[in-house]
């Protein structure tokens, strides 16, 4: 199979979209393709040297009769040079804009000679999509994508709904390393965080964004804690924070909910973990449920974007109305009490992402699309 010159560009720092990119970098460049990110900085997952992946970093200089600096202008530029000196094949861009767009950008700067697929992830869609200011330039950027896809169907439709763009987008669902995410035995890492072997384990991760709604998890725990000995781990940082914390001292639940920040290796707190809670209003997909499925961990989620296509109700967790705490904390006391129900989900969670998101599944979907648009000429 010819190997392939592929350029990527992606929001560097932590995010899922952030992390599926570095990590399908990682995987296609394992497969003897020739990867180069194309960023502001240094994808952060990328914390190995792999021979084949290369980092070209977009720098932007600050001119005074400039009043903002021309960052895509920059990217453009650069994603350009990048194509002509590296004789690239390919360009996968993550994120309509300014991705997209800069990658056009770039095509045309370079006479058209390269393809471009675009992921889209969701905050392009479903927060910025809905501001005038930015939806046409989304939209242009959709169709100036020689491929579109998108990580979820929820996503695919709501794209459509708010756009309407003249151009197939195809879902190709998110995946995870398998080889980091499966679940270690690690009873003393509980016990250094100061939790009891009979307590309990609920973990939330996010960026405490407002649209992930970090104080309906304190509230449902506070339900939960009732019932069942437990402690919340919360993890990640995000404007939201203090807003929890002040919650958590409302409720008087500072001994039982610990802020652990942000945390990279996430495995070793999904293997002490007994439950997930995603609670959010906006989620185009999930990728934190998927990396704690994968460690067995059975999720809670909201009936939101592409949380029902990665949680299956009943079988790997719960699907919750978005708000409905009450029904959170019943069905979070049921599963942490019911040690076989538990124990089948935990299966169940496991198996879910072999067969459905297995990265080697994922990840020839992405290789077949670049090779079918190539075959296009
Ligand atoms: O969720 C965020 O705030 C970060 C955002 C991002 O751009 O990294 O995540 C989006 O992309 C992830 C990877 O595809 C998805 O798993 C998240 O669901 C999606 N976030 C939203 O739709 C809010």
Same mark, same amino acid.
Do not use: W
């Given at each position: 199979?010819?190997?392939?010159?592929?350029?990527?560009?992606?929001?560097?720092?932590?995010?899922?979209?952030?992390?599926?990119?570095?990590?399908?970098?990682?995987? +296609?460049?394992?497969?003897?393709?020739?990867?180069?990110?194309?960023?502001?900085?240094?994808?952060?997952?990328?914390?190995?040297?792999?021979?084949?992946?290369?980092?070209?970093?977009?720098?932007?200089?600050?001119?005074? /009769?400039?009043?903002?600096?021309? @960052?895509?202008?920059?990217?453009?530029?650069?994603?350009?040079?990048?194509?002509?000196?590296?004789?690239?094949?390919?360009?996968?861009?993550?994120?309509? /804009?300014?991705?997209?767009?800069?990658?056009?950008?770039?095509?045309?700067?370079?006479?058209?000679?390269?393809?471009?697929?675009?992921?889209?992830?969701?905050? &392009?869609?479903?927060?910025?999509?809905?501001?005038?200011?930015?939806?046409?330039?989304?939209?242009?950027?959709?169709?100036?994508? &020689?491929?579109?896809?998108?990580?979820?169907?929820?996503?695919?439709?709501?794209?459509?709904?708010?756009?309407?763009?003249?151009?197939? =987008?195809?879902?190709?669902?998110?995946?995870?390393?398998?080889?980091?995410?499966?679940?270690?035995?690690?009873?003393?890492?509980?016990?250094?965080?100061?939790?009891?072997?009979?307590?309990?384990?609920?973990?939330?991760?996010?960026?405490?964004?407002?649209?992930?709604?970090?104080?309906?998890?304190?509230?449902?725990?506070?339900?939960?804690?009732?019932?069942?000995?437990?402690?919340?781990?919360?993890? $990640?940082?995000?404007?939201?924070?203090?807003?929890?914390?002040? +919650?958590?001292?409302?409720?008087?639940?500072?001994?039982? /909910?610990?802020?652990?920040?942000?945390?990279?290796?996430?495995?070793?707190? @999904? !293997?002490?973990?007994?439950?997930?809670?995603?609670? !959010?209003?906006?989620? !185009?997909?999930?990728?934190?449920?998927?990396?704690?499925?994968?460690?067995? /961990?059975?999720?809670?989620?909201?009936?939101?974007?592409?949380?029902?296509?990665?949680?299956?109700?009943?079988?790997? $967790? @719960?699907?919750?109305?978005? $708000?409905?705490?009450?029904?959170?904390?019943?069905? !979070?006391?049921?599963?942490?009490?019911?040690?076989? +129900?538990?124990?089948?989900?935990?299966?169940?969670?496991?198996?879910?992402?072999?067969?459905?998101?297995?990265?080697?599944? =994922?990840?020839?979907?992405?290789?077949?699309? @670049?090779?079918?648009?190539?075959?296009?000429?």
């Amino acid at each position: 199979m010819k190997k392939l010159k592929i350029g990527i560009t992606c929001y560097p720092s932590v995010g899922g979209s952030g992390v599926v990119a570095t990590e399908l970098g990682k995987l +296609l460049a394992e497969r003897g393709h020739e990867i180069h990110f194309i960023s502001s900085s240094m994808p952060f997952r990328l914390n190995k040297v792999y021979h084949n992946i290369y980092f070209h970093e977009v720098e932007v200089n600050q001119y005074s /009769v400039f009043k903002y600096p021309p @960052y895509d202008l920059a990217l453009s530029s650069k994603i350009a040079e990048v194509i002509e000196r590296e004789n690239l094949d390919i360009l996968h861009v993550h994120y309509a /804009v300014p991705h997209a767009i800069c990658a056009f950008l770039a095509k045309q700067m370079v006479g058209g000679k390269i393809k471009i697929v675009t992921t889209l992830h969701g905050t &392009d869609i479903t927060v910025l999509g809905y501001d005038p200011t930015l939806s046409i330039a989304i939209k242009f950027g959709i169709e100036a994508s &020689d491929r579109v896809t998108a990580v979820s169907k929820a996503l695919v439709e709501q794209t459509y709904d708010l756009l309407e763009p003249k151009k197939e =987008i195809e879902t190709v669902y998110n995946f995870i390393d398998e080889r980091i995410y499966h679940k270690k035995h690690l009873p003393s890492l509980k016990r250094e965080y100061g939790i009891q072997d009979d307590e309990k384990v609920l973990i939330h991760v996010s960026n405490f964004r407002q649209v992930k709604r970090v104080p309906d998890v304190v509230k449902a725990f506070a339900l939960i804690r009732q019932e069942v000995p437990s402690k919340l781990l919360l993890v $990640g940082d995000g404007p939201e924070v203090s807003i929890v914390m002040k +919650l958590v001292k409302q409720l008087q639940l500072e001994d039982h /909910v610990l802020f652990l920040g942000k945390q990279e290796n996430l495995d070793q707190l @999904y !293997s002490i973990s007994d439950l997930k809670l995603l609670l !959010s209003e906006k989620e !185009s997909f999930g990728l934190v449920l998927l990396e704690a499925m994968a460690c067995g /961990v059975p999720c809670i989620g909201t009936r939101i974007g592409g949380i029902p296509e990665v949680i299956e109700d009943h079988k790997t $967790g @719960y699907i919750v109305e978005l $708000g409905d705490i009450e029904d959170t904390a019943e069905k !979070s006391i049921r599963l942490l009490e019911d040690q076989t +129900l538990h124990q089948k989900m935990s299966e169940n969670a496991i198996l879910l992402v072999r067969e459905k998101f297995h990265s080697e599944k =994922i990840v020839s979907t992405y290789e077949q699309i @670049y090779f079918e648009l190539l075959s296009e000429g």
